[in-house]
């Protein structure tokens, strides 16, 4: 509908070089970089088939590109891609460990008109210390403190875990005083380096207890405490769900967005390995339409043993990739069975 902003968004990924080594990171193999012309006419793609999109079908698109790694300020030409998309007309965010930013880097960041940063921590100093390496609290909560004073919007990004359940109160208070802007919580995905934690993953009451937990947060505190899972979203809905047949919500996978690995390789949600094209080779215009993967995932019919028949399908549909991940640890290639996690199971 003309007038209904729609958001699309593509997690781009810049390298998979990174200046720390975390366990549970999901990159999990080095493969070559695309070229800066590579990723110019990646951009310029996206940005035509979002063209085409907004004559054909009459919509408003607000499109952004989330430049991440790896470690994307490992890049040497990152401001040159960055301004490149802007000059497309994409909204631009960046993912980052947050250690190498430092006050210029800061000021080169609000320059070329960043949206937002997103920063990762893991836990309070000894938890992100044990998972990222001795010191990189401390750089990363330097790196945060540059950009708030360049008033960048920057958001702290967790990913809750048994070992850090326990320090939510504890972080939300670190990034008030640090004058964040907010900060998110996602649920570990248990693949690439992720495997080796899937005794950290939250379990279906814990999940339960900790949406609980956020949305007493988010009353009381100074600065946006959000979360993005689609389970998450749900318990704050007051009631009203769509009853639709096309997704209004939810698991962004192939829905709202795709990710655009180092090598050009497109797949439905980064935590989700299930390549189904390249941007240097494909028509994304035509992959977008024509991936079995990207229908499938769209169609309420091809989901089994849950969400095909929950009344929250079409703003949930649970994380997908979870959903991989615990059907791959059984020895199945299923990327549509139930979410595990799900407490309305
Ligand atoms: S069954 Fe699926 S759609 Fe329903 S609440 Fe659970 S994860 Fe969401
Ligand atoms: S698969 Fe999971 S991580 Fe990926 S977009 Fe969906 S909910 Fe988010």
């Given at each position: 509908m003309?007038?209904t902003?729609f958001?699309?968004?593509?997690?781009?990924?810049l390298t998979?070089?990174?200046?720390?080594?975390?366990?549970?990171?999901?990159?999990?193999?080095?493969?070559?970089?695309m070229?800066?012309?590579?990723?110019?006419?990646?951009?310029?793609e996206?940005?035509?088939?979002?063209?085409?999109w907004?004559?054909?079908?009459?919509?408003?698109i607000s499109?952004?590109?989330?430049?991440t790694?790896?470690?994307?300020?490992?890049?040497?030409d990152?401001?040159e891609v960055?301004?490149?998309a802007r000059?497309?007309?994409f909204?631009?965010?960046?993912?980052?460990?947050?250690?190498?930013?430092?006050?210029a880097m800061?000021?080169r960041l609000?320059?070329v008109?960043?949206?937002?940063?997103?920063?990762?921590?893991?836990?309070?100093?000894?938890?992100h210390?044990?998972l990222?390496?001795?010191?990189?609290?401390?750089?990363?909560?330097e790196?945060?403190?540059?950009?708030?004073?360049?008033?960048?919007?920057t958001?702290?990004?967790?990913?809750v875990?048994?070992?850090?359940?326990?320090q939510?109160?504890?972080?939300?208070?670190?990034?008030?005083?640090?004058?964040?802007?907010?900060?998110?919580?996602?649920?570990?995905?248990?693949?690439?380096?992720?495997?080796?934690?899937?005794?950290?993953?939250?379990?279906?009451?814990?999940?339960?207890?900790?949406?609980?937990?956020?949305?007493?947060?988010?009353?009381?505190?100074?600065?946006?405490?959000?979360s993005?899972?689609?389970?998450?979203?749900?318990?704050?809905?007051?009631?009203?769900?769509?009853?639709?047949?096309?997704?209004?919500?939810?698991?962004a996978?192939?829905?709202?967005?795709?990710?655009?690995t180092?090598d050009?390789?497109?797949?439905?949600?980064r935590?989700?390995?299930?390549?189904?094209?390249?941007?240097?080779?494909?028509s994304?215009?035509?992959?977008?339409?024509?991936?079995?993967v990207l229908?499938?995932?769209?169609?309420?019919?091809?989901?089994?043993?849950?969400?095909?028949?929950?009344?929250y399908?079409?703003?949930?549909?649970g994380?997908?990739?979870i959903?991989?991940?615990?059907?791959?640890?059984e020895?199945?290639?299923?990327?549509?069975?139930?979410?595990?996690?799900c407490?309305?199971l």
């Amino acid at each position: 509908m003309k007038g209904t902003p729609f958001d699309f968004f593509v997690q781009f990924h810049l390298t998979e070089r990174c200046n720390l080594s975390c366990r549970h990171c999901y990159q999990s193999a080095s493969v070559s970089e695309m070229k800066y012309e590579e990723i110019c006419g990646a951009i310029t793609e996206l940005k035509q088939t979002i063209a085409g999109w907004a004559i054909d079908y009459d919509v408003d698109i607000s499109p952004s590109l989330h430049f991440t790694g790896g470690e994307p300020l490992l890049r040497q030409d990152l401001f040159e891609v960055l301004g490149f998309a802007r000059g497309c007309g994409f909204s631009i965010s960046l993912m980052s460990n947050g250690t190498l930013i430092d006050k210029a880097m800061a000021r080169r960041l609000r320059e070329v008109q960043v949206a937002d940063v997103q920063i990762s921590l893991d836990g309070l100093e000894g938890t992100h210390d044990s998972l990222r390496g001795q010191g990189a609290y401390r750089r990363t909560l330097e790196g945060i403190r540059k950009l708030v004073a360049e008033e960048i919007e920057t958001n702290i990004n967790l990913t809750v875990t048994r070992r850090n359940m326990a320090q939510i109160e504890g972080l939300i208070d670190v990034a008030e005083k640090l004058g964040a802007s907010g900060i998110a919580f996602s649920r570990l995905v248990p693949s690439g380096k992720g495997k080796a934690l899937m005794n950290e993953v939250l379990t279906r009451e814990d999940i339960a207890r900790l949406y609980d937990e956020l949305r007493r947060y988010k009353n009381g505190s100074k600065i946006a405490v959000t979360s993005r899972d689609p389970l998450a979203t749900i318990a704050e809905m007051d009631g009203h769900i769509p009853q639709t047949e096309v997704p209004m919500g939810g698991c962004a996978a192939g829905v709202f967005g795709v990710t655009i690995t180092t090598d050009g390789t497109i797949m439905p949600c980064r935590r989700m390995d299930l390549p189904i094209g390249n941007i240097k080779q494909d028509s994304f215009r035509e992959l977008w339409i024509d991936s079995p993967v990207l229908e499938s995932l769209r169609t309420r019919e091809e989901y089994h043993n849950g969400c095909e028949s929950c009344s929250y399908w079409p703003v949930c549909r649970g994380c997908r990739a979870i959903a991989l991940a615990f059907a791959r640890a059984e020895g199945r290639e299923d990327y549509l069975g139930p979410d595990p996690q799900c407490p309305y199971l």
